[in-house]
């Protein structure tokens, strides 16, 4: 039987079946959807060859390298500093070899200017960073930016590199205070590349007349972290503020319209009353972010969420890692998984990283292990001589970062350098305390020991 169709509700098939509408519709929003899921050749070919990118960068940064130095033997006469730091009867270890600054291996941990990574001296050839090496801004000046960490801003597709300005004398305020020098301020530096930085002044800078303000130079000012606020469209920073003695333990806040500043210095809080010193700043997907620092004099993390403003905290705040004394953490995240390295507290010394992961950023969170590979034992539990700063995501390669530590020089604090490294995740974790039907629930986090290294191309 012939059905004749209105022509504007239906078609009419020769073949005598009945094309309906609903199938042509169905069938265009099938075509729009192979268009959009199945990859073009052209299309394929690019995932495929950025996948492999991916792969074979991974798997080069993945590569353990040793790393071999002898302990000089035992020498007459050892630096009294050295000496009175350990106690006069001590072994003496790799680390105090580390800190006694007229060690014969001390040019091997702090190499000297001929060494330097020197971006502009060097050209754009190489693109390598050498952990540990002085790292030249393109005016060949010492980059200051200890402490620090890097905000990619999406407006001016530039990185910037936020951190301590510590180009002064190093003293010890008290006989048996810790060595600092005064508060110069924040310095920015801004990159493309990740490697070439140019210094675009002190952002923060420290106050020199008024001795009650808590940016006077007299203070600590250290950690420093800054965010962007899509809402406000301000820059935020955070920072630890103290006193010498380390006694406010204080958070501070600064913000400015611009990346490059100047930062206007708001004030200082103790978030929920509590004590603060090493801290961070974590901006998740959903805009949210977290100020993450030690508290109960080091002895454990709170998490707290800022407000939307990013200028305070807000009522929420869980106390993590209770009784591990950790600080310097550096938090991020992988697959809807968060992770944070932290170090152990012994000053200005190195001690072992440690890896923690959580499915919630407030929590519960877990430790995973040392997340440091190659080298050797000594470079394994002592981060590589340096201690955790900040993680920055690796853009366009999922599961890969870049680790920023300070290898800091307590004898002379301005000269301490900074170790960059691979870090990646993927694999099993080292301590997997939880399992989920006998597999862990956590990927494992790995810094890998390179002498030198590079980003991946492009
Ligand atoms: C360790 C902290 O991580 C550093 O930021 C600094 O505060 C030193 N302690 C001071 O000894």
């Given at each position: ?18 094309c309906?509408i609903s199938v042509v519709l169905w069938s265009i929003l099938a075509c729009i959807l192979m268009i959009h899921f199945i990859p073009l050749p052209h299309q394929k070919n690019e995932e495929s060859r950025l996948r492999l990118c991916d792969r074979l960068c991974t798997r080069e940064f993945e590569v353990v ?59 754009n050839d190489s693109k390598y960073f ?20 890097i905000?990619f801003d999406e407006r001016t597709e530039t990185y ?31 990159s493309k590349d990740l490697w ?88 998740d997907d959903d805009q ?44 991020f995240k992988h697959k809807a998984t968060y992770y ?51 993680v920055v995501p690796l853009r366009g390669h999922s599961g890969v970062f870049i680790f ?17 490294l691979p870090l990646t995740v993927g694999g099993v974790a ?9 597999f862990?629930?956590w990927s494992k986090v790995s810094i890998f020991?390179h002498?030198?290294w590079r980003l991946p191309v492009g």
């Amino acid at each position: 039987m012939r059905i004749k169709y209105r022509k504007s509700s239906a078609f009419h098939c020769n073949a005598g079946s009945r094309c309906s509408i609903s199938v042509v519709l169905w069938s265009i929003l099938a075509c729009i959807l192979m268009i959009h899921f199945i990859p073009l050749p052209h299309q394929k070919n690019e995932e495929s060859r950025l996948r492999l990118c991916d792969r074979l960068c991974t798997r080069e940064f993945e590569v353990v390298e040793e790393e071999n130095f002898r302990l000089p033997p035992p020498r007459g006469k050892r630096n009294p500093r050295a000496v009175k730091r350990r106690g006069p009867g001590k072994q003496h270890t790799v680390i105090d070899e580390f800190l006694d600054e007229s060690s014969d291996l001390r040019p091997f941990f702090f190499p000297d200017q001929k060494l330097a990574i020197w971006p502009a001296r060097d050209g754009n050839d190489s693109k390598y960073f050498y952990p540990g090496r002085l790292w030249m801004d393109t005016d060949g000046n010492p980059i200051q930016a200890h402490g620090g960490a890097i905000l990619f801003d999406e407006r001016t597709e530039t990185y910037y590199w936020y951190g301590e300005n510590k180009d002064g004398p190093t003293y010890h305020a008290h006989p048996k205070g810790t060595a600092r020098v005064d508060v110069i301020g924040v310095n920015c530096y801004s990159s493309k590349d990740l490697w070439t930085w140019k210094n675009e002044g002190v952002v923060l800078p420290g106050v020199e007349s008024n001795f009650t303000h808590d940016l006077h130079r007299s203070n600590v000012l250290e950690r420093p972290k800054v965010i962007y606020n899509d809402k406000t469209s301000n820059y935020v920073m955070w920072m630890h503020i103290d006193d010498a003695n380390y006694t406010k333990a204080s958070v501070g806040v600064a913000i400015s319209d611009s990346p490059l500043g100047p930062f206007t210095y708001l004030r200082r809080i103790r978030p929920h009353s509590c004590d603060s010193r090493d801290m961070t700043i974590f901006k998740d997907d959903d805009q949210n972010a977290y100020l993450i620092y030690s508290s109960d004099d080091n002895s454990e993390l709170h998490v707290s969420r800022l407000t939307d403003d990013y200028l305070d905290v807000t009522r929420e705040m869980q106390r993590i890692l209770i009784g591990q004394h950790r600080e310097a953490p550096a938090v991020f995240k992988h697959k809807a998984t968060y992770y944070m390295i932290t170090s152990g507290c012994t000053g200005w010394a190195p001690n072992r990283a440690m890896a923690h992961a959580a499915e919630s950023i407030m929590g519960p969170w877990e430790t995973i292990g040392n997340p440091c590979i190659g080298g050797n034992r000594v470079f394994r539990v002592t981060t590589f001589f340096s201690q955790s700063a900040f993680v920055v995501p690796l853009r366009g390669h999922s599961g890969v970062f870049i680790f920023m530590a300070d290898r800091w020089n307590p004898s002379e604090l301005r000269d301490s350098r900074y170790v960059w490294l691979p870090l990646t995740v993927g694999g099993v974790a080292d301590e997997p305390l939880e399992y989920n039907f006998g597999f862990p629930v956590w990927s494992k986090v790995s810094i890998f020991w390179h002498r030198r290294w590079r980003l991946p191309v492009g």
